[in-house]
């Protein structure tokens, strides 16, 4: 199959899980418990029964639900995801500010993860009984199993009390105007502590299963022909085998995207990122239903671009897919 | 006579196992001479394809140990070789071919690029000429369009192709030892022949000496000078070709030829022939045996002394490691 063709039907696909995303996250909220015309009026300060009617009129709180569904579909496909109940601003504008930092945030953890998580396991693999694969098996279930606040706070603690190497929050320094290199580095030096306590969770899992991979790929016969043919153990490792280990790898890397931008989320409100984390965080707190259904649409098309590219360079790094007519 | 290519003197290889450490090969002692072929035999098992590996200094570590011996190449001892000597002759001196064309090649890498890091490797040559090499010897191995198959995946390939693409990349840098583990047991009858012929073939034109591993007596009759046959980590029986199949010396060796099957035998012959014979059992786990005969156990000839006193190779007209060599009906 072409790879054009194989992207084009893939983003349908993906529309597809969007609306379903939508309409299924549409209706959880509108059954949970909570009136979102109560909260308008309490930041009000206070309503009459006829301003709470009002207020209903204006969000269209007072159609039906199917109704309200249906109006809110049909915004979305004119990419407008309606106005905000608490600042009052079309969301798009406000997730436009949020995504950015978001993404960053999600791709820098994602390649410190895959990164250093392969090396540790290759490292590992090398002799599996040996006592550094012994530290990384316990580092990744520690790792694995500490709760990301929690790591997060013992990150602080450690790199910008103890040591204080890094900012404890925010995504640039209070006062800082400055602008292009100075920017960036301003915002690396932020980036690193949130980043690191995001990439903590997965790397453990790329640790363990590039360990495992490897380890399986090194006894095949292709890397016996490789030894055969006269290559240095570092050929053998990283051209012969870790070419091969890293699919599966890729493979869950994919798949732990949804679990990243979740992950982002209790990241964004320990660093007090400005991302789209916090946004979603704070809109529950307020029943903010359109900017909570904003995030989460645009998280879902997050994944699914996310998931595209990985099968992409999952053909990319395997012919037996590129070729094997499916 | 000349010098050989290859001797194994006394080669002790052991494993860690979890029944301890077992002895995969107790005393291997055999030549290979330049630009013949040898063929190794025996059943699964028996310690041929390790024979094979410590050949190339591959034996897997761990948990696999060298434990005793000399492996020499042109007078060389491979086994006190450093690391970076031995690969400079894996590949150029001694060059290998395995069972499994169909996991021997990388998947991820064009065949064409498999072959060509071979020579990049071992010849001082640019990628353009190496390239063109590969082209000629995907030629050579009788693979057509080969401009065409160096740029497809393994996957791309038939069986016989992907272990035509193994020979090409053995004979990419001109070795003199080539050693082909069970090279066509993977693959269709008719395939089998055009490998062997290939072999041959190649050996005629580049002089290179073959070992063949294999467990297959007919493999063994149509390729092979000299023949060492293998049992539970020994060699039991040595000699020509002729002698070995003519007059086999060794119960198991009859046994083994016993198993080939006779073209043209018909149903209604079976008065006339004896019926295709098996030998009973399965070679003893390495870990239990005891200090007789390895093969006592499944021997019809074997009495108590077999089973107490293992016998040693001994000349019987050639090298044989039997109390009652020759004795009985051949099968």
């Not at chain 2, 065949?111 to 001082?124: F, N, Y």
């Not at chain 2, 009495?303 to 051949?330: F, I, M, N, S, T």
Request: with cysteine; glycine share 10%; proline share 6%.
């Amino acid at each position: 199959m072409g790879t054009a063709r194989y992207i084009t039907r893939r983003l349908a696909y993906g529309l597809i899980l969007m609306i379903g995303v939508v309409v299924l996250n549409f209706i959880l909220i509108h059954a949970a418990p909570g009136d979102p015309a109560d909260v308008i009026a309490g930041e009000m300060g206070g309503a009459t029964e006829e301003m709470m009617a009002q207020i209903r009129a204006r969000y269209g709180l007072d159609q039906p639900l199917p109704v309200q569904l249906w109006i809110y579909l049909s915004n979305i496909a004119r990419f407008d995801l309606g106005m905000s109940y608490y600042f009052d601003r079309p969301v798009t504008e406000l997730i436009g500010q949020r995504i950015w930092p978001t993404v960053l945030l999600v791709l820098t953890a994602q390649l410190i993860a895959i990164a250093l998580g392969v090396v540790m396991g290759v490292l590992a693999s090398r002799r599996p009984n040996g006592p550094f694969s012994g530290f990384v098996s316990v580092f990744s279930t520690v790792g694995y199993a500490a709760p990301v606040f929690w790591t997060g706070l013992m990150l602080i603690i450690l790199f910008s009390v103890i040591v204080p190497l890094f900012p404890v929050e925010g995504m640039t320094s209070a006062r800082f105007r400055g602008t292009g290199l100075a920017y960036a580095l301003n915002v690396a030096h932020h980036l690193v502590l949130p980043a690191f306590t995001l990439a903590i969770i997965f790397l453990a899992q790329y640790a363990r299963l590039s360990r495992a991979s490897m380890i399986e790929v090194l006894g095949a016969d292709y890397v016996r022909t490789a030894r055969a043919k006269g290559l240095g153990e570092g050929a053998v490792t990283f051209r012969h085998a870790l070419r091969n280990a890293v699919l599966p790898i890729l493979t869950v890397a994919g798949i732990q995207f949804g679990n990243l931008i979740s992950g982002a989320l209790l990241v964004e409100t320990v660093f007090n990122w400005p991302g789209m984390g916090r946004l979603a965080f704070d809109s529950v707190l307020r029943r903010d239903y359109p900017t909570l259904l904003g995030v989460l649409f645009c998280a879902s098309g997050v994944v699914v671009i996310a998931n595209l590219l990985t099968d992409l360079s999952y053909r990319l790094a395997d012919p037996r897919i590129r070729t094997g007519g499916r | 006579m000349a010098d050989p290519l290859m001797s194994l003197r006394d080669l002790r290889v052991e494993f860690d196992t979890r029944h301890g450490r077992v002895t995969a090969l107790s005393g291997i002692s055999l030549d290979v001479m330049p630009g013949e072929t040898l063929g190794i035999v025996g059943e699964s098992g028996c310690g041929k394809s390790i024979t094979a590996l410590a050949m190339m200094g591959l034996v897997p570590n761990p948990p696999g140990h060298v434990t005793g011996g000399q492996i020499l190449f042109q007078g060389e001892d491979i086994t006190r070789a450093k690391p970076r000597r031995l690969r400079r002759l894996r590949g150029r001196e001694i060059a290998m071919i395995f069972q499994e064309p169909m996991t021997s090649l990388n998947p991820v890498f064009t065949v064409g690029d498999q072959i060509a890091e071979a020579i990049l490797l071992h010849q001082d040559v640019s990628r353009a000429q190496a390239e063109k090499q590969v082209v000629d010897l995907l030629a050579t191995v009788g693979i057509p369009e080969p401009a065409r198959r160096a740029k497809a995946y393994p996957h791309e390939l038939s069986g016989g192709m992907r272990q035509r693409v193994m020979i090409a990349m053995a004979i990419s840098c001109r070795p003199k030892l080539l050693i082909a583990d069970e090279p066509t047991t993977a693959l269709d009858v008719t395939v089998q022949a055009q490998i062997f012929d290939l072999m041959r073939d190649i050996q005629r034109e580049f002089g290179v000496a073959i070992v063949l591993i294999t467990h297959d007596m007919g493999a063994i009759a149509e390729m092979t000078d000299r023949v060492a046959v293998m049992y539970a980590g020994r060699i039991i029986e040595q000699g020509t070709s002729d002698q070995i199949l003519d007059n086999p010396l060794h119960p198991y060796t009859r046994g083994l030829i016993g198993c080939i099957p006779v073209l043209g035998r018909e149903a209604g012959d079976a008065a006339s022939l004896p019926p295709l014979a098996e030998i009973p059992g399965i070679v003893p786990p390495l870990h239990l045996l005891g200090d007789g005969c390895a093969f006592a156990e499944r021997c019809a000839l074997a009495d108590d002394y077999c089973r107490a006193v293992r016998p040693p190779l001994e000349e019987k007209g050639h090298p044989v490691a039997c109390h009652h060599a020759g004795q009985g009906v051949p099968a």
